[in-house]
């Protein structure tokens, strides 16, 4: 007859009854077994060394198997200055605590530019990627969606309509805005795998 004990090792007791079990003892991945003792005194200790030997094998918490949480704040990593730049365009993104500023140049001329919109709420999706609902100096809202955030590297754009490019995607009022350009919706406004944004580059 065999009492089993919880580490997938078992000892053998006598016939009869179950009140005596094998002297035994724990060593790091194997539980010992020898004939002789009895009474509970023996079945005590075991599972005593038992306790001690799973609190001192015990699984190491790993942080980065946690499920993520998105706590709607903005990403410490994107703060500073980005760009991408090409032969006859550049694209900049000046992101500070409370605001960003956006400067696209094509040709020499200033395209799509603006300054100092308030950053008035955010989406993580993950650790690396998002949504920044931001409000114009006009009172409109819209949103700069990011992805493969590195510390060095990122890709960042303003939304637009992927079915309708150059259309105005800016609603009046924020609720409005967390709506349209929720994760949910992201792909639809130029977000997720519809950012197709050349790399920026942390400036400074």
């Not at 991945?29 to 015990?58: E, H, K, Y």
């Not at 020499?108 to 300054?115: K, L, N, P």
């Not at 609902?133 to 990011?146: C, D, E, M």
Request: hydrophobic fraction near 35%; glycine fraction near 12%.
């Amino acid at each position: 007859m065999y009492i089993k004990i919880n580490t997938g090792y078992s000892c053998p007791a006598r016939a009869k009854g179950v009140t005596m079990l094998q002297n035994c003892s724990l060593s790091r991945n194997r539980l010992f077994c020898v004939r002789g003792g009895g009474g509970i005194l023996p079945l005590l200790f075991a599972f005593s060394l038992l306790c001690a030997a799973l609190a001192f094998t015990g699984c190491e918490h790993d942080p980065g198997s946690s499920p993520f949480t998105d706590n709607h704040e903005l990403n410490s990593g994107l703060i500073g200055t980005w760009k991408a730049s090409g032969e006859d365009w550049s694209d900049t993104y000046t992101i500070k605590g409370g605001g960003i500023s956006h400067k696209f140049i094509y040709n020499g001329s200033d395209t799509g530019s603006y300054d100092n919109a308030e950053i008035a709420y955010v989406y993580n999706f993950n650790r690396t990627s998002g949504c920044i609902i931001i409000k114009y100096t006009s009172g409109k809202y819209s949103a700069v969606y990011f992805k493969n955030l590195s510390k060095n590297t990122m890709q960042m754009g303003d939304a637009y309509d992927v079915s309708n490019p150059g259309t105005d995607v800016s609603v009046a009022d924020l609720e409005e805005a967390q709506k349209k350009f929720s994760p949910a919706n992201a792909s639809s406004w130029g977000g997720a795998d519809a950012l197709m944004a050349a790399p920026q580059t942390r400036q400074g």
